[in-house]
């Protein structure tokens, strides 16, 4: 069961908590609004599948760093996967076990590499620069890192070039070429680096389990390759990626349970330990971005619904042409019927929209200018809210200040609603409601 569901007179709920109501619970908007239960469920799934293989989920910190999130992730039993020191950091504070995190990345700074080493996180190897600053890290701390080879297998994982990063010309991870490089360096240095795995990542929101399959076959092979040459290699760490269902038009995609499936053979015949690092798939289903109607306008053959939200909150649709899905709040009027919008922000741009052609309802038997009149006096007037779905993964941790926009708040639901970025006020749903 979703979390984002209707009531039976039609109004749009977060477990049970009615968005209208939470719009007017709120002190600032627009606002995002995750369920927890949703990212206890999505992890579960995570777990369930893994059972019977020695395994490690690694969050991907950068789909979301709200730090209520990543405690909540983290007492589910995650690790954590990193880009930056300022990810170590929070991770930390977060209270993650370091030995359960990974250091990737392909311009990762020496000082950032000390501090993985000095608290034991697994770190990635992405070139040969990459490999010095890892040395000298290892030698400024005096302890020896446990690292995994990135490997480009150039498989490719059929999705946005912006977000496909395992094809030979991206530009993460060694070519097979260099490997036996990589392997004599690595035998150089022996006090400095211990060669535990292979680690490969294909790009994001991969929809297509077979894509995965042909990847941990090479990796395998890679692996059989470099144990052959004397190291103890423990770890396949196969990246994330799984996409989830944007569109909510009924399309029934890979499961993490498909995925793991996959590959579980490939890992139990080599004895590995299993590394995945989802972030969208654990993450992006768990919230909605709330928006209220400022009005409505026609220009052109295009009607315009223009939200509080923008580009600097949520850049998905702008940067990737992606499609989130778009709802009105409120349940639809008995006589209503469907027109078509461009749902857009107020930031000075034309890139900034959240859904292109996109339906809602509208009143029947009206011509476009009583639409107009219509929805400017209803929605407008009654601050409609707008929803913008799967907003749990690289939106808020892309959210700008474009146009000097605040970075909007979060809260979750439990039987109440929560802030969960600032200064750890809790308040009850109800003792809001009545303040207000
Ligand atoms: N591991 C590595 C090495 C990665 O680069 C990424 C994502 C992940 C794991 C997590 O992938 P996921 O399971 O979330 O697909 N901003 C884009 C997505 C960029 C993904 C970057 N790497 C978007 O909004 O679609």
């Known amino acids: 069961i979703g979390s984002f569901t209707r009531s039976p007179e039609g109004y749009l709920c977060c477990d049970g908590v009615r968005v209208q109501d939470a719009m007017e619970a709120v002190e600032r908007r627009p606002f995002y609004l995750y369920s927890k239960a949703q990212i206890t469920r999505n992890f579960e799934a995570y777990r369930e599948a893994l059972e019977g293989l020695s395994s490690i989920v690694g969050y991907a910190v950068k789909a979301n760093n709200n730090l209520k999130i990543l405690e909540h992730l983290r007492e589910l039993g995650c690790g954590a996967v990193l880009v930056s020191a300022n990810e170590l950091r929070l991770a930390l504070r977060a209270g993650f076990d370091p030995t359960r995190c990974v250091f990737n990345g ?12 000095k608290e034991g996180v697994f770190v990635n190897i992405d070139s040969e620069f990459d490999l010095e600053n890892i040395v000298t890290a290892a030698r400024v701390v005096g302890k020896k890192i446990r690292v995994l080879l990135r490997i480009n297998p150039d498989v490719d994982p059929q999705v946005h070039p912006y977000v496909a990063t395992g094809n030979k010309n991206s530009k993460f991870g060694i070519r097979n070429e260099k490997l036996q490089w990589f392997l004599d360096t690595i035998k150089s240095y022996p006090n400095e680096l ?3 795995g292979a680690h490969c990542h294909l790009g994001s929101t991969i929809t297509k389990v077979d894509i995965f399959r042909d990847a941990a076959i090479l990796m395998v092979n890679y692996i059989d390759e470099i144990r052959s040459q004397g190291f103890e290699v423990e770890f396949l760490n196969i990246g994330g990626g799984l996409g989830i269902d944007y569109y909510h038009a009924g399309a029934i995609l890979p499961t993490p349970l498909d995925l793991i ?3 579980r053979e490939l890992v139990h015949s080599r004895d590995l330990n299993l590394i995945i690092e989802p972030g969208r798939s654990l993450i992006a289903n768990t919230c909605c971005f709330v928006n209220r109607v400022t009005g409505v306008k026609t220009n052109g053959t295009k009607n315009f619904v223009v939200i509080d939200g923008s580009m600097a909150e949520l850049i998905r649709p702008s940067l990737y042409g992606a499609y989130q899905h778009i ?5 639809p009027s008995p006589d209503a019927k469907i027109s078509t919008f461009d749902v857009v922000g107020p930031v000075c741009e034309s890139a900034d929209f959240l859904g292109k052609d996109r339906e809602l309802h509208t009143p029947a038997k009206l011509g476009l200018i009583s639409l107009l009149h219509y929805a400017n006096r209803t929605w407008k007037s009654q601050g409609a809210g707008l ?3 799967d907003a749990g993964a690289y939106c808020m941790s892309m959210a700008s200040t474009y146009n000097l926009k605040m970075r909007p708040p979060e809260y979750w639901s439990e039987y109440y609603l929560l802030k969960i970025n600032s200064e750890n006020k ?4 109800n003792q809001v409601q009545q303040m207000i």
Request: aromatic share 4%; glycine share 4%.
């Open 426 to 429: 809790i308040k009850q749903f």
């Open 194 to 196: 211990k060669l535990v």
């Open 387 to 389: 929803v913008v779905h």
């Open 261 to 263: 499936n996959t590959v």
């Open 327 to 331: 709802e009105l709040v409120s349940p």
């Open 106 to 117: 392909n311009g990762k700074l020496v000082e950032d590499l000390v501090l993985a080493a």
